[in-house]
T-cell receptor, first 117, second 112 residues
Framework: DTGVSQDPRHKITKRGQNVTFRCDPI?????LYWYRQTLGQGPEFLTY????????KSRLLSDRFSAERPKGSFSTLEIQRTEQGDSAMYLC???????????????FGPGTRLLVL | LAKTTQPISMDSYEGQEVNITCSHN???????ITWYQQFPSQGPRFIIQ???TKVTNEVASLFIPADRKSSTLSLPRVSLSDTAVYYC?????????????FGGGTRVLVKP
């Protein structure tokens, strides 16, 4: 399977604990996005990378959240001191961004469902 | 980013054609229209994308009128497994930072 993969698929943690999620994009894709989705809502943008550079962060991404993509391949999203409001599905997407005029389609992974007790 | 409006839900029966219309009155010249499908507890799955007129692939067709202020996703002969949420998105695919803005989507229920 050469699609986007995420690990773990499910995570249950207690409030105040730190959690880290991993995303492996499609191998030739240079852009990687993180989204968050709560029940009954569409995904919301959190941040994105082009290669290893983190180019934009949403206001939704509080100081407790940090994302990295150290070698321009896989990415990690860490949440420190988790709160019950962090419970959501965390989605990763990747795309191949090139010269203007070439369409960029984002392909999503299966997501990591986080439950904070 | 152009805002989209689509019906909250639609019911259909197996074997019927389902058409979901999305309004995007303030679509910009460089914007493309993209549709995703999402099943419960899964990530959105890309269905189809277009700029104008008609686009067809193995799973769906996308109809875009000349003024591009709306688009219609057509799913031919749906089956129970097509029950999902369908999202219409509009955005400039060539833009720096193509942050997808999802609305609430259309919940399609296919009945036997």
């Amino acid at each position: 399977d050469t699609g986007v993969s995420q690990d773990p698929r499910h995570k249950i943690t207690k409030r105040g604990q730190n959690v880290t999620f991993r995303c492996d994009p499609i191998s030739e894709h240079n852009r990687l996005y993180w989204y968050r989705q709560t029940l009954g809502q569409g995904p919301e943008f959190l941040t994105y990378f082009q290669n290893e550079a983190q180019l934009e962060k949403s206001r939704l991404l509080s100081d407790r959240f940090s994302a990295e993509r150290p070698k321009g391949s896989f990415s990690t999203l860490e949440i420190q001191r988790t709160e019950q409001g962090d419970s959501a599905m965390y989605l990763c997407a990747s795309s191949s961004y090139g010269a203007r005029g070439r369409g960029e389609t984002q392909y999503f992974g299966p997501g990591t469902r986080l439950l904070v007790l | 980013l152009a805002k989209t409006t689509q019906p909250i839900s639609m019911d259909s029966y197996e074997g019927q054609e389902v058409n979901i219309t999305c309004s995007h009155n303030n679509i910009a010249t460089n914007d493309y229209i993209t549709w995703y499908q999402q099943f419960p507890s899964q990530g959105p799955r890309f269905i189809i994308q277009g700029y104008k007129t008609k686009v067809t692939n193995e799973v769906a067709s996308l109809f875009i009128p000349a003024d591009r202020k709306s688009s219609t996703l057509s799913l031919p002969r749906v089956s129970l497994s097509d029950t999902a949420v369908y999202y219409c998105l509009v955005g400039d695919l060539g833009a720096a930072g193509n942050k997808l803005t999802f609305g609430g989507g259309t919940r399609v229920l296919v009945k036997p």
